[in-house]
């Protein structure tokens, strides 16, 4: 790695032009551009302090949680590890902007609140619904505070788990349309990941990261539901499901490929996995299936792995403009 001082120096000696600087500058720049734009890059850990933080934090945190239930204050410890996440996160965030535990203090920050509120009126579906509304509450002031990009996440799904508790509470029979309420949540999940990563297509900010994190949680809200509806689970697979199951995985991987986002095809990538190990065994492997399946299937991924860039230019250029201009933005594929 060059640094900015080393151009200088180099300058300086007579070693390289000012000219030749500004044109390896404005080249790595480009090159970052792309790579940021198209290799779905966000920060997680910077240093192994990252994780020794981390650790430290959930050590304090579940001592301050379970010494208070084990005084007899479940309520209290809900709120004292909310407050106490939210007290080191004005510290190991807002000034030392740390990237794996701002991502741990707000999930115990939402943790918190959530048990908190089911301790104090009851575990039952009407406190579990009002839970919901109030973590979305605090979802976002820690957002306008911290503004960790998981947090929008944390949030939606806190919107979401009301939505369906009270549409339960209130629809009778409605227990049993869970997996159409849980897909369609998916789709308005998945709808508001798209228009944070249209808001930066060559992501180069804060948006995209907060983007990954709703595509996370749009996944299995929307794969789930449609592999149950196939019978995946159900113990008896045939050659009709297996085939169904291919179409279904082939149309996520486009859609993936389209969006440059590859959680709906991890969140999908087990039920396919389990598909074709059953039908081997219905064939007789028994041994081997899942085995045999994982090499397949396994080597399939690695190929469009290395052939992602080249595959995602082939399904834009067969998208409208109109489509294309809203997706993220595509690395040139003289490079593979």
């Given at each position: 790695?060059?640094?900015?001082?080393?151009?200088?120096?180099?300058?300086?000696?007579?070693?390289?032009?000012?000219?030749?600087?500004?044109?390896?500058?404005?080249?790595?720049?480009?090159?970052?551009?792309?790579?940021?734009?198209?290799?779905?890059?966000?920060?997680?850990?910077?240093?192994?302090?990252?994780?020794?933080?981390?650790?430290?934090?959930?050590?304090?945190l579940a001592s301050v949680k379970w010494i208070t239930a084990t005084i007899g204050m479940p309520a209290l410890g809900g709120l004292a590890m909310s407050v106490l996440a939210w007290l080191l996160a004005e510290f190991f965030v807002r000034k030392r902007h740390m990237a794996l535990p701002a991502i741990v203090l707000l999930l115990a920050f939402v943790f918190g609140i959530f048990i908190a509120v089911p301790a104090v009126l009851g575990q039952n579906n009407m406190s579990f619904g009002v839970a919901s509304a109030v973590?979305?509450?605090?979802?976002?002031?820690?957002?306008?505070?911290?503004?960790?990009?998981?947090?929008?996440?944390?949030?939606?799904?806190?919107?979401?788990?009301?939505?369906?508790?009270?549409?339960?509470?209130?629809?009778?029979?409605?227990?049993?349309?869970?997996?159409?309420?849980?897909?369609?949540?998916?789709?308005?999940?998945?709808?508001?990941?798209?228009?944070?990563?249209?808001?930066?297509?060559?992501?180069?900010?804060?948006?995209?990261?907060?983007?990954?994190?709703?595509?996370?949680?749009?996944?299995?809200?929307?794969?789930?539901?449609?592999?149950?509806?196939?019978?995946?689970?159900?113990?008896?697979?045939?050659?009709?499901?297996?085939?169904?199951?291919?179409?279904?995985?082939?149309?996520?991987?486009?859609?993936?490929?389209?969006?440059?986002?590859?959680?709906?095809?991890?969140?999908?990538?087990?039920?396919?996995?389990?598909?074709?190990?059953?039908?081997?065994?219905?064939?007789?492997?028994?041994?081997?299936?899942?085995?045999?399946?994982?090499?397949?299937?396994?080597?399939?991924?690695?190929?469009?792995?290395?052939?992602?860039?080249?595959?995602?230019?082939?399904?834009?250029?067969?998208?409208?403009?109109?489509?294309?201009?809203?997706?993220?933005?595509?690395?040139?594929?003289?490079?593979?």
């Amino acid at each position: 790695m060059y640094s900015e001082d080393d151009l200088a120096s180099a300058i300086e000696a007579g070693v390289i032009s000012a000219e030749t600087a500004a044109a390896f500058r404005a080249h790595a720049a480009q090159r970052n551009v792309e790579a940021a734009a198209d290799d779905e890059q966000f920060r997680l850990v910077t240093g192994f302090n990252d994780i020794f933080v981390v650790i430290a934090c959930v050590l304090l945190l579940a001592s301050v949680k379970w010494i208070t239930a084990t005084i007899g204050m479940p309520a209290l410890g809900g709120l004292a590890m909310s407050v106490l996440a939210w007290l080191l996160a004005e510290f190991f965030v807002r000034k030392r902007h740390m990237a794996l535990p701002a991502i741990v203090l707000l999930l115990a920050f939402v943790f918190g609140i959530f048990i908190a509120v089911p301790a104090v009126l009851g575990q039952n579906n009407m406190s579990f619904g009002v839970a919901s509304a109030v973590t979305a509450v605090a979802t976002l002031l820690h957002w306008w505070r911290f503004q960790v990009p998981i947090t929008v996440a944390a949030g939606t799904a806190a919107v979401a788990t009301g939505m369906v508790v009270a549409l339960m509470l209130t629809v009778p029979g409605a227990e049993r349309l869970l997996p159409l309420l849980l897909f369609v949540a998916g789709i308005a999940v998945f709808a508001l990941a798209m228009r944070w990563d249209a808001a930066d297509t060559r992501r180069l900010t804060r948006r995209s990261d907060v983007a990954f994190w709703l595509h996370l949680l749009a996944a299995p809200l929307l794969v789930h539901p449609v592999f149950t509806a196939l019978g995946v689970a159900s113990g008896h697979t045939q050659l009709v499901q297996a085939v169904a199951v291919v179409a279904l995985y082939v149309f996520i991987a486009l859609v993936s490929l389209a969006i440059d986002r590859r959680a709906l095809m991890v969140s999908a990538l087990a039920y396919v996995l389990y598909t074709f190990s059953a039908l081997l065994k219905e064939y007789g492997v028994v041994s081997l299936g899942f085995a045999v399946t994982a090499l397949a299937i396994g080597s399939a991924l690695l190929l469009l792995s290395a052939f992602w860039h080249r595959s995602r230019a082939f399904v834009l250029r067969r998208l409208p403009l109109g489509m294309q201009a809203r997706l993220p933005v595509s690395r040139p594929t003289g490079r593979g």
